[in-house]
Each structure stands twice: as C-alpha cells, then as structure tokens.
T-cell receptor, first 114, second 117 residues
Framework: NAGVTQTPKFQVLKTGQSMTLQCAQD?????MSWYRQDPGMGLRLIHYSVGAGITDQGEVPNGYNVSRSTTEDFPLRLLSAAPSQTSVYFC?????????????FGPGTRLTVT | AQTVTQSQPEMSVQEAETVTLSCTYDTSESDYYLFWYKQPPSRQMILVIR??????QNATENRFSVNFQKAAKSFSLKISDSQLGDAAMYFCAYRSSLGRGTYKYIFGTGTRLKVLA
C-alpha cells in the first residue's frame, strides 16, 4: 500500500494563480481531510469528507474548494492564490468505523505564494 | 465548540530522562477519542498513542504513556527514557463527533521537544 500520497511536494505560485493539490489514498478510507499548518497555529482543518459525494467546511475554508467523486481521491483547489495561503498543506484519511480512527497523513505540500 | 490547548510551545529534556507534555481540551461530549502525533523534521505526521474516553485505563505504547484525566479534561503525554530520535513537534488531537456519522479532528498548536545529549 502506498498509503496517502500528495502531489506536488513543493509549489510556488504568483498571487491570483489557481492550482489543485492532489491527494489520493489506497486504504479504502471513508474519511478524508485537508489541513494547513502554520507556525504557532498547529493544524487547522480546511475541508473534510466522510465519503464520496459528501464534503463539508472546516475551520478555514475560505479560498479553497474541494470535491470527492471517488473514495480514493480528494483534491484541494486554490481558486485565486493569495500570500496568506502560503503554508504547508496536509491531506489525511481514516476509517469512519472501527477501533482505531487513526488518521493517516500524506507527506505534505509546501506552498509559497508570492 | 471543542478546543485543544497545548500550553508549552517548547520543552527540553536530557537524554534518558522523562518528560511530560501537557494537553487540555474543552468538550461537552462524553464519548470521544484523543491522540498524540509526532512530527519530526521530515514533516511526516506519526501517531504516537491514542486514548478512548470511555476507557479509564491510561494508554501505553512502549516508552510513551498518557495520563488521561477525563473530569479535568486533561491528556498529557509522558515520554520515558528519552532518546535523541524523540526530538520533534508533538501535537495533541481530539476527534469530535458532529452527529449523523460525521466528525472532525481538532489539533492543538503543538509542543516542540528538544532532547539534549
């Protein structure tokens, strides 16, 4: 199993550009989520999904869109990049039922918006 | 709304000594899950330990153990026999049920642990 994969690992954007951060998992997890990590602020939830076709907003959703057309993929779209979106982005997934509820994280994407 | 607070931005420990990282949370739920994650310089998030709120017994994983005080809403992590490889950022997390089969995870701001040789 590859686990949770994210692409790209690094990205530099100019203000106003759009892009999609890719996330995929091969563990058949129902739950997937996107976080951003900023110094001194921990991980903040952007969007999450409890299954294909179902998404909802987290703590800091403004400027980001998501969709979940398959169980495996959960892309994050930046509509018009702003310097405030400079951050490290993590995708995570977990089972919805069962004992663990452990979230498995991807390696992260470091995004810089100039 | 649920919150998770880690009041220690940075901690230091001598190699082979014991250190405790603090975490408090605020919730009105009675059944929930708590986690400690480790983030080394590689940036990869690694699960250290988990605790189910309905279990009174504190979770233990080798050199890592927790002190779970449900009434006080406290969930501290104890690392025994600290090793250089334990140096990392540690995050406390809470799994919050939103009802109708949905839930979300809330993270604290992290504690950076330095291990001194």
């Amino acid at each position: 199993n590859a686990g949770v994969t994210q692409t790209p690992k690094f990205q530099v954007l100019k203000t106003g550009q759009s892009m999609t951060l890719q996330c995929a998992q091969d563990m058949n997890h129902e739950y997937m989520s996107w976080y951003r990590q900023d110094p001194g602020m921990g991980l903040r939830l952007i969007h999450y999904s409890v299954g294909a076709g179902i998404t909802d907003q987290g703590e800091v959703p403004n400027g980001y869109n998501v969709s979940r057309s398959t169980t495996e993929d959960f892309p994050l779209r930046l509509l018009s990049a702003a310097p405030s979106q400079t951050s490290v982005y993590f995708c995570a997934s977990s089972y919805s039922t069962g004992y663990s509820y452990e979230q498995y994280f991807g390696p992260g994407t470091r995004l810089t918006v100039t | 709304a649920q919150t998770v607070t880690q009041s220690q931005p940075e901690m230091s420990v001598q190699e082979a000594e014991t250190v405790t990282l603090s975490c408090t949370y605020d919730t009105s739920e009675s059944d929930y899950y708590l986690f400690w994650y480790k983030q080394p310089p590689s940036r990869q998030m690694i699960l250290v330990i988990r605790q189910e709120a309905y279990k009174q017994q504190n979770a233990t994983e080798n050199r890592f153990s927790v002190n779970f005080q449900k009434a006080a809403k406290s969930f501290s992590l104890k690392i025994s026999d600290s090793q250089l490889g334990d140096a990392a950022m540690y995050f406390c997390a809470y799994r919050s049920s939103l009802g109708r089969g949905t839930y979300k995870y809330i993270f604290g701001t992290g504690t950076r642990l330095k291990v001194l040789a």
